[in-house]
T-cell receptor, first 113, second 113 residues
Framework: AQSVTQPDIHITVSEGASLELRCNYS??????LFWYVQSPGQGLQLLLK??????LVQGIKGFEAEFKRSQSSFNLRKPSVHWSDAAEYFC???????????FGAGTRLFVKA | SQTIHQWPATLVQPVGSPLSLECTVE??????LYWYRQAAGRGLQLLFY??????ISSEVPQNLSASRPQDRQFILSSKKLLLSDSGFYLC????????????FGPGTRLTVT
């Protein structure tokens, strides 16, 4: 069965520091992979997606993610975090040809001044 | 452009009372529609999805039901709320025939007391 694991429940980084949020998935073939961001009390916004091709994908708000098949990972990165990036981040997977999106439990990002 | 609305934004209901949450999408036709529940500290759980009027698929047996009386309207209901129904309910839509990329509404915070 497909699954998504986000090992870090919460992470705190200083403003201006780099960020990496981890995501591991379980799926027999190459899935479609997504990162969403959720501000408190709001819906989810798509940050970026990977379907195929270049394994490094660029998203909105200066985020990028790298698909590593050998590690079954799709980690989210940002070189310099801004206070406005404080939110909850969800990794998600959909099997190719499938319908259901499986979400990870989320990682809450705190940004300190 | 497409927009998705949910109401109410917040709701406090006593145990045993009925529930009706509404979701509408504008600017697209025949969207796929989804209801998710997000419990505190957990990811999103898919409750129902619909690919057309009157077509509802349930993912998790529970105290809730869904209906799609019009093309762009999706309703989540319960006859008698339980404490465990508390949570953040999110509606989402995707382009017809394309399930992977979903667009989320602002959500409804339900507290059952």
């Amino acid at each position: 069965a497909q699954s998504v694991t986000q090992p870090d429940i919460h992470i705190t980084v200083s403003e201006g520091a780099s960020l990496e949020l981890r995501c591991n998935y379980s799926y027999g073939a190459t899935p479609y992979l997504f990162w969403y961001v959720q501000s408190p009390g709001q819906g989810l916004q798509l940050l970026l997606k990977y379907f195929s091709g270049d394994t490094l994908v660029q998203g909105i708000k200066g985020f990028e993610a790298e698909f590593k098949r050998s590690q079954s990972s799709f980690n989210l990165r940002k070189p310099s975090v801004h206070w406005s990036d404080a939110a909850e981040y969800f990794c998600a997977v959909v099997g190719t040809g499938g319908f259901k999106t499986i979400f990870g439990a989320g990682t809450r990002l705190f940004v300190k001044a | 452009s497409q927009t998705i609305h949910q109401w109410p934004a917040t709701l406090v209901q006593p145990v045993g009372s009925p529930l009706s949450l509404e979701c509408t999408v504008e600017g697209t036709s025949n969207p796929n529609l989804y209801w998710y529940r997000q419990a505190a500290g957990r990811g999103l759980q898919l409750l129902f999805y619909s690919v057309g009027i009157g077509q509802i698929s349930s993912e998790v047996p529970q105290n809730l039901s869904a209906s799609r009386p019009q093309d762009r309207q999706f309703i989540l209901s319960s006859k008698k709320l339980l404490l465990s129904d508390s949570g953040f309910y999110l509606c989402a839509w995707s382009v017809p025939g394309q399930y992977y990329e979903q667009y989320f509404g602002p959500g409804t915070r339900l507290t059952v007391t």
